[in-house]
């Protein structure tokens, strides 16, 4: 009888054979033939389960983005603070080794947009990802009295999900640029001000 293959087993073994690589090595050493030596497998087999590397990186943020999904669901958006709304920002910025690994693959794919239509797409998944996050956490915000009614939730969100982009991206090139307690410092100034009246803001 011919062997059964699971592609979905295979697929996600090579998912995870490639956060590994990022994990380790960064990813800017995310390739075929790394990817496909990290899971054991012939690079052949990443065009047969996975297809195109796009397509690859597609399937790695759709994980990230479900953990990041599962995280939110996971926070008691019911008993906000303002010290529990920092934190949660904080873990968007990739203030340690690992998290600057892991956000590496927002500049890979930022790096190839331009060019590839499919590394756009995933891009814009991303990205989309990390607004709709924002706008939650804003909305719960709303509810419990942290965010002062003349705020506008897509207005703020736009305008928190641009520092929060600013400042990954600083900690990503010059890691010494900003500390942890920097970091939660600018974080915190800027949920403390969002239960302020609103002031002219271009959206």
């Known amino acids: 009888m011919p062997k059964i293959v699971d592609h979905d087993e295979r697929r996600r073994i090579i998912v995870e054979a490639l956060w590994r690589v990022v994990a ?14 990290e899971a054991g497998m012939p ?16 399937l790695a943020v759709d994980q990230l983005i479900e953990a990041n999904t599962d995280y939110i669901l996971s926070l008691d ?5 303002a010290d529990k ?17 892991m956000s590496g693959v927002w500049l890979l794919l930022a ?13 814009h998944r991303l990205n989309q990802s990390v607004a ?14 942290l965010l002062h009614p003349s705020r506008d939730i897509a207005t703020e969100t736009r305008h928190l999900h641009a520092l ?17 307690a920097d970091v939660r410092a600018i974080l915190r100034a800027e949920v403390a001000s ?10």
Do not use: N, W
């Open 164 to 180: 929060i982009d600013g400042l990954a991206l600083q900690c990503m090139t010059d890691p010494t640029l900003r500390s942890e």
């Open 85 to 101: 709304v920092t934190e949660t920002l904080f873990t968007l910025v990739p203030v340690s080794e690992r998290r600057r690994h």
């Open 111 to 123: 790096a190839q947009a331009g060019a590839d239509p499919e590394f756009a797409q995933v891009l």
């Open 24 to 37: 380790r090595d960064g990813a800017h050493e995310v390739s075929v033939r790394h990817v496909a030596a």
């Open 43 to 58: 690079k052949s087999s990443i065009g047969h389960y996975v297809g195109t590397m796009p397509q690859l990186m597609g």
């Open 194 to 203: 969002l239960s302020e009246p609103s002031r002219a803001r271009v959206g």
């Open 132 to 145: 709709e996050g924002v706008s939650e956490l804003l909305g719960a915000m709303a509810k419990q009295g």
């Open 77 to 81: 958006l019911f008993d906000l603070d």
